[in-house]
């Protein structure tokens, strides 16, 4: 069975969420009702050659083709190109039956790829979406250089009351951040690459430590060669800044139950 139909197919339990990783920053979240939310999902090696002298050569097996993608909204995070991909917007097959969400600069993007502007909605951090039972939330992201300066995150939320995800996105470290603890999500995944200013593992570390979920997951560590750092500096620093949270490490394509 291809992994978009093992997605479509499993049953998530009431006030929880499911969880695929795709590498980098990309996931796909499904919720009890069967709403299937993919987050900057980057399915190319588009970024091969973008930088010459960098080696940006992907290194995370594809594990779903663009064409193949099977998700009813598609969010990103800001413009960057391992965040909102040109190539993978363009080759999605079931693109006029998806809903696209993201900031203005990553809006663009969608409408150059040819996605009708029906099916776009524009997010900001404080924006409130509801699809079926799954609740979007945006949330501050401090910009990591001067190309796009609409970076923001993600709280989704399963039902009225069920298992809450936050996703930071690229940013910068500021205390702004610390902001999200009021919605009290229930996990944090977060960069820890500290390159091209993110977050590094100790500041990642400080957040969840502020944040307090019960679980945090590491990410934007893996697909390039020259942008990669061992997670496991990430779970050390946690030791010291968040001792009371648990560390955990994805698996490309399996699915993470969240239920709490
Ligand atoms: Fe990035």
Same mark, same amino acid.
């Given at each position: 069975?291809?992994?978009?139909?093992?997605?479509?197919?499993?049953?998530?339990?009431?006030?929880?969420?499911?969880?695929?990783?795709?590498g980098?920053?990309?996931?796909?979240?499904?919720?009890?009702?069967?709403?299937?939310?993919?987050?900057?999902?980057y399915l190319?090696?588009?970024?091969n050659?973008?930088?010459p002298?960098?080696?940006? &050569?992907r290194?995370?097996?594809?594990l779903?083709p663009?064409?193949?993608?099977?998700?009813?909204?598609?969010?990103?995070?800001?413009?960057h190109?391992?965040?909102?991909?040109?190539?993978t917007?363009r080759?999605l097959?079931?693109k006029? *039956?998806?809903?696209?969400i993201?900031?203005?600069?990553?809006?663009?993007?969608?409408s150059?790829?040819?996605?009708?502007?029906?099916?776009i &909605?524009?997010?900001?951090?404080?924006c409130?979406?509801?699809?079926?039972d799954?609740?979007?939330?945006?949330?501050?992201?401090?910009? *990591?250089?001067?190309?796009d300066?609409?970076?923001?995150g993600?709280?989704?939320?399963s039902?009225a009351?069920g298992?809450?995800?936050?996703? *930071?996105?690229?940013?910068?470290? *500021?205390?702004?951040?610390f902001e999200?603890?009021k919605h009290s999500?229930?996990?944090?995944?977060?960069c820890?690459?500290?390159?091209?200013?993110?977050?590094?593992?100790?500041?990642?570390?400080?957040?969840?430590?502020?944040?307090?979920?019960?679980?945090?997951?590491?990410?934007?560590?893996?697909?390039?060669?020259?942008?990669?750092?061992?997670?496991k500096?990430? &779970?050390?620093?946690?030791?010291? &800044?968040?001792?009371?949270?648990?560390?955990?490490?994805?698996?490309?394509?399996?699915?993470y139950l969240?239920?709490?």
């Amino acid at each position: 069975m291809s992994l978009p139909t093992e997605i479509r197919n499993y049953k998530v339990p009431d006030r929880s969420l499911a969880l695929w990783w795709f590498g980098q920053n990309g996931y796909i979240l499904k919720t009890p009702g069967g709403i299937v939310a993919g987050v900057d999902l980057y399915l190319t090696d588009s970024c091969n050659g973008l930088q010459p002298g960098m080696n940006l &050569r992907r290194t995370v097996p594809i594990l779903i083709p663009p064409s193949e993608l099977d998700v009813d909204l598609y969010l990103c995070t800001h413009s960057h190109q391992d965040h909102t991909d040109p190539e993978t917007i363009r080759n999605l097959r079931n693109k006029d *039956t998806m809903q696209f969400i993201g900031p203005q600069e990553s809006c663009r993007i969608f409408s150059a790829e040819g996605i009708e502007s029906s099916r776009i &909605r524009i997010s900001y951090p404080k924006c409130e979406f509801e699809f079926g039972d799954l609740h979007i939330r945006g949330t501050f992201a401090l910009p *990591t250089d001067d190309t796009d300066l609409n970076h923001m995150g993600f709280i989704l939320r399963s039902g009225a009351s069920g298992a809450k995800v936050y996703m *930071t996105g690229d940013t910068d470290y *500021t205390e702004l951040l610390f902001e999200a603890a009021k919605h009290s999500p229930d996990v944090v995944i977060t960069c820890i690459n500290g390159g091209f200013n993110n977050l590094s593992h100790w500041e990642a570390a400080t957040l969840v430590g502020k944040i307090k979920p019960k679980v945090a997951i590491p990410c934007h560590y893996d697909m390039f060669p020259d942008n990669s750092v061992d997670p496991k500096q990430f &779970r050390a620093a946690m030791v010291l &800044r968040a001792p009371d949270v648990q560390y955990q490490e994805l698996d490309y394509g399996k699915p993470y139950l969240f239920s709490f």
